[in-house]
């Protein structure tokens, strides 16, 4: 690894970035920040059950220090019985037993401030789970009493109402009202299992934000809000047309009406110092509706999924920053960059596919396999663009190992509803293979994930090499890539710079610059000269600051006058 052409060695480097750590503590500190994705059952279990936990995740925040980002968002952690991961939760003041107590939380909390790290939390408020308390009151409540009025309760059609009261389907697959033994119908856009709260009711409004101040009282940085576009439904909840699916006039989702929810929540945030709220609103096509969350008194920003969804190329890569720069910088926020998630495959895994089938929602046995060497060489060429962009970047756990999916997973071990309700469950698996366990330390069982190496999901022989304990060591590990990248990106203040495109006379080569740093990426197969300066980093680690030539799949980063 060179800087400026010079081969640092680990000391010097582990002396960078600590010089270079430190996050900045204003207001706008999401404008520019790296945020790190917590999958909690997966990130590292503390207590030896086999799933992560709060303890856990505290005894590995020197990991995230060390790597150098801004924030942790923690994926849902609240009592729940796991029917989605976490995303249908029963007690939105609790802690799951599984992930330890309340109390566990609060001392994670202090030691990720302790090291400078943000959290953030994530907020369902779309749904409930079918066993929170609510739900189970509504149930044993009669048709029209004010405990059903929480939730969308309707009478179906058809002679005895025996058919769902619309046509809507839910996102997991088949319809999206399931019927109670009285013969009631109750929507839910996600599982059965995620009944959806009527936000037109006077106590979802108050108990949702008392659950923001119960959290933000505790002390978290930042709220992630789930499926932010679905909560109002169309009055009347109209039939889904041809000419109304996915568009503006979709009746399931983005309804005016929203707005006045994060209004409210916003006056809510405002009332603490630095706190911020991001939107999770992925099914919003038209980027001026998208705009319309980002309004001064709503959230602050958007997780920008369009980036996650580019294919292999120089032309599309452009259009998808280029767009989004214009369009988040124009609604007067900033893009929050995602390129993995724990909804999608990891970056090494989907971009060594032949057919990217981006938005593919998990790789089995079946399906195409990826190719490994191949994926890795792009998801570290393409990190070099998503760090090296103006904005804030959301990072997956695991990304930052190079980890790829575990496409080999039987069907015993599968939990994702999505793997339930595929209609083709050999080709379409879900996403357990994206939420494997981490590797922390190749000696141990479990790669170190558990204390008493035990796992909820099996993990992949293969993961050893890429393990924690052996990547930190390793001067070009993708580990240390990211590292770096993190550190530079601070030191050039690339989050808050500006981006200018440069021509390249080659259609498979992407070259811009921001401030004094440009990324140059070669999406083809051929090298590509590189143009005079000095080489701060390069993606293929066998490219030394006195090569002339990028390699294809390849990024650099370079400072020139
Ligand atoms: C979006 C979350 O990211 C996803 O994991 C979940 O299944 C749905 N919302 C439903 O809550």
New binding site residues.
């Given amino acids: 690894m060179t800087m400026s052409g010079k081969t640092l060695t680990p000391e010097e480097r582990n002396t960078l970035i600590a010089q270079l750590s430190g996050t900045t503590d204003d207001q706008d500190w999401w404008r520019n920040a790296v945020i790190y994705q917590i999958f909690p059952r997966s990130f590292a279990d503390g207590n030896g059950d086999g799933n992560g936990d709060f303890k856990g995740i505290s005894a590995h925040l020197a990991h995230l220090a060390g790597l150098g980002v801004d924030a942790l968002w923690v994926?849902p952690f609240y009592t729940s019985p796991q029917a989605?991961?976490g995303?249908?939760v029963a007690d939105y003041r609790n802690v799951d037993a599984m992930y330890g107590a309340l109390h566990d939380f609060d001392d994670m909390l202090v030691k990720a401030h302790h090291l400078g790290l943000k959290v953030i939390i994530?907020i369902?408020a779309?749904?409930t789970s079918d066993q929170h308390p609510w739900f189970q009151e509504a149930l044993a409540a009669a048709p029209g009493s004010a405990a059903r009025d929480r939730y969308l309760f309707r009478d179906g059609r058809g002679g005895n109402g025996e058919l769902p009261p619309n046509n809507w389907p839910s996102?997991?697959e088949g319809p999206a009202w399931t019927r109670v033994a009285d013969g009631q119908w109750y929507l839910h856009?996600?599982?059965e299992h995620?009944p959806d709260l009527n936000w037109d009711n006077a106590d979802v409004l108050r108990e949702f934000e008392s659950i923001l101040r119960f959290w933000l009282d505790r002390g978290v940085d930042g709220i992630r809000v789930?499926?932010a576009q679905c909560l109002i439904k169309e009055e009347g909840l109209p039939d889904l047309t041809e000419s109304t699916r996915d568009t503006v006039d979709d009746p399931r989702f983005d309804c005016d009406r929203v707005h006045e929810i994060y209004r409210a929540w916003r006056s809510v945030v405002n009332e603490y110092d630095n706190r911020v709220m991001i939107g999770?609103t992925?099914w919003i096509k038209d980027f001026s509706r998208s705009a319309r969350y980002m309004r001064a008194d709503e959230l602050h920003t958007l997780f920008n999924f369009n980036y996650q969804f580019m294919s292999w190329s120089a032309k599309s890569a452009r259009q998808v920053v280029q767009a989004s720069l214009e369009q988040y910088v124009g609604a007067g926020s900033v893009s929050t960059w995602v390129m993995a998630?724990?909804?999608r495959p990891y970056p090494v895994s989907k971009l060594g596919l032949t057919d990217l089938a981006t938005t593919l929602v998990g790789i089995g046995p079946h399906n195409e396999q990826p190719n490994l060497e191949l994926g890795l060489r792009r998801a570290r060429a393409i990190v070099m663009l998503t760090l090296g962009l103006p904005g804030s970047a959301c990072l997956y756990q695991g990304e930052e190992l190079g980890l790829f999916d575990n496409t080999q997973l039987e069907a015993k071990y599968r939990q994702d509803?999505?793997f339930f309700t595929s209609p083709d469950p050999k080709y379409i698996v879900g996403?357990d293979g994206f939420r494997t366990p981490l590797p922390w330390n190749s000696s141990q069982t479990t790669f170190g994930f558990s204390t008493e190496g035990k796992s909820w999901l099996p993990q992949p022989d293969s993961y050893r090499d890429l393990c924690v304990d052996v990547q930190q060591f390793e001067e070009d590990s993708t580990l240390n890539l990211y590292r770096m990248l993190i550190a530079l990106r601070r030191r050039f203040a690339l989050g808050d710079g500006v981006l200018e495109y440069l021509e390249s006379d080659r259609d498979d080569v992407l070259m811009v610059r921001n401030g004094k740093v440009t990324i140059m990426i070669n999406f083809g197969y051929m090298p590509i000269a590189v143009p005079e300066g000095d080489m701060l980093l390069c993606s293929d680690p066998t490219v030394s600051g006195d090569d002339a030539e990028l390699p294809g799949n390849a990024a650099m980063w370079y400072t020139s006058d």
């Fill in positions: 994926s989605d991961g995303y249908d994530d369902v779309n749904h996102d997991f856009l996600f599982s995620q789930d499926a999770e992925p998630s724990h909804d509803p999505r996403r």
